[in-house]
């Protein structure tokens, strides 16, 4: 049976860089982002990529029909001996309907990745994030040079959705679906929540330690 460990939080908790981190460290991890994956299609110039930038740039959700087709295509082609970190979707209970489907399985672990709003705020307004291979660095992750990617070397830049105005529009989706989509994974799978206000090497070791110390 796969296993699922899901990364959930409100926009700047640091979802992408924990399953980064989380990947490099252990080669039977595979991260996938669905925001990073809707955001290489649009690179792309794939189908529907015009809805898809104004959902994103009006700081709205991509529908779940656009956002489940990409992701389901992914996991299908993911080795299933590996463990799948997902950050970043379900943000909902329809979308975790979908995912179980697409997955075959229920999750079988969720981190909740705690921040205060403020502090979601302040990180998503002083983030960059990579052109190509979507990283983000902020003041608690500078990059080793301004501007440019530590991991491939591409061109740091702002998204456009980390404006005053969209990032209060993400941040009250998740207040809006976000207790709820906790509350029906609690039937599902145990959740661990973290403190992602401290630096990511502690982040990183505690939601680790959670993924090795569950039950057989």
């Not at 460990?5 to 640091?14: F, N």
């Not at 992750?141 to 998204?159: A, F, N």
Request: glycine share 8%; hydrophobic share 40%.
């Amino acid at each position: 049976m796969r296993d699922v460990v899901l990364l959930l939080g409100m926009q700047g908790a640091g979802k992408g860089t924990v399953g980064r981190w989380l990947a490099s460290r252990d080669a039977s991890v595979t991260h996938l982002s669905a925001g990073a994956l809707l955001r290489q299609h649009v690179r792309e110039g794939g189908p529907n990529s015009a809805e898809i930038v104004a959902q994103i740039d009006r700081g709205d959700p991509v529908p779940s029909a656009i956002s489940y087709g990409f992701l389901a295509e992914r996991v299908q082609a993911i080795d299933k001996s590996h463990s799948l970190v997902l950050d970043g979707y379900p943000r909902d209970r329809s979308q975790l309907d979908l995912l179980v489907a697409a997955l075959g399985t229920d999750p079988a672990l969720i981190i909740h990745l705690l921040i205060p709003r403020p502090i979601a705020i302040e990180r998503l307004r002083n983030r960059d994030t990579c052109e190509d291979c979507d990283a983000t660095f902020g003041r608690e992750i500078p990059p080793r040079s301004t501007g440019e990617c530590d991991h491939c070397g591409g061109v740091l830049s702002r998204r456009k959705d980390d404006t005053e105005a969209t990032i209060g529009r993400r941040l009250d989706g998740w207040a809006h679906h976000g207790p709820r989509l906790l509350a029906s994974l609690d039937a599902i799978a145990p959740r661990v929540e973290v403190d992602a206000t401290r630096d990511i090497e502690t982040v990183v070791s505690e939601v680790a330690a959670a993924r090795s110390e569950r039950p057989n």
